[in-house]
């Protein structure tokens, strides 16, 4: 079997008995002129790649990323494909009853916040039904909504070559909250004409890799801890939230 830990590239030989399976959960969706549509799929994939390495006990497996999740928000782009809340809800239930016929451990990583709301419902679901299985998001304090310099820094650490000029991009940097009733009723291209919701001027590979190792620290000492609240969101197991 790879020693990465990859199930798309295994064969079912492969396969030991009862392993954990990291599900990287992202979207395709627009992130400014400057970063491409598979931002937060990259993002969720790279974290459950890195998570996997970090794990010790049993066997760990990355399963191919899911990559259409709730952009409903970012439709007013071009390139953005959004298949919605309750589409994105059932990929996620099946996916758990048919990983739940050979694998011990679910654990969903999603890198898109417009995926929370359905990952809490199908993960709170398919837990009452008895399946062992979690999420956790790779979202870090302190940075900023939407193709901002936290995004922009993790992108130029995780694929340089997809990321285009952003000395020029400008945001709308006021914040979140100030902005949400608008970006709720009509979509981030009300308030923000280039699509990016922060500033990524500062970006750089350096703070990138800072970022990239926090965000495998918390979701590897997450999905250790397994302390689970009752949406299936895994917690910090010192008591810390998610």
């Known amino acids: 079997m790879p020693g990465d830990g990859d199930l798309a590239g295994a064969a079912w030989p492969d396969i030991r008995a009862d392993p954990l399976v990291l599900v990287p959960v992202g979207s395709t969706e627009q992130h400014g002129p400057h970063l ?20 010790a006990g049993p066997p760990v497996l990355v399963a191919p990323a899911i990559a259409y999740g709730a952009s409903g928000e970012h439709a ?53 039904e008895g399946h062992q ?6 979202g870090v304090p302190g940075g900023d909504a939407h193709a901002g ?32 009733p608008a970006l709720v009723a009509q979509g981030v291209r009300a308030v923000s004409p280039s699509g990016v919701l922060g500033d990524p ?17 918390s979701v590897a000492r997450r999905v250790g801890g397994g302390r689970v609240d009752a949406r299936g969101r895994l917690l910090d197991p010192g008591g810390a939230g998610p």
């Open 201 to 217: 001027a500062g970006a750089s590979a350096g703070r990138g890799d800072e970022i990239v190792r926090a965000m495998v620290a």
């Open 149 to 180: 310099v936290t995004e922009t820094s993790v992108m130029l650490h995780l694929a340089p070559e997809l990321v285009r000029p952003f000395d020029a991009v400008t945001g709308e940097t006021r914040p979140l909250a100030a902005i949400m």
């Open 76 to 128: 007013g782009f071009p390139g953005t494909i959004s298949i919605g809340q309750e589409a994105l809800r059932a990929v996620i239930v099946e996916t758990v009853r048919s990983l739940a016929l050979w694998a011990g451990r679910v654990v969903f990583v999603n890198g898109h916040g417009g995926n929370v709301a359905a990952l809490d419902a199908a993960v709170r679901r398919m837990r009452a």
């Open 36 to 55: 491409p549509l598979s931002t937060d799929t990259v993002i969720a994939r790279a974290v459950a790649e890195r998570v996997a390495g970090a794990l």
């Open 133 to 138: 299985v979690a999420w956790a998001g790779c």
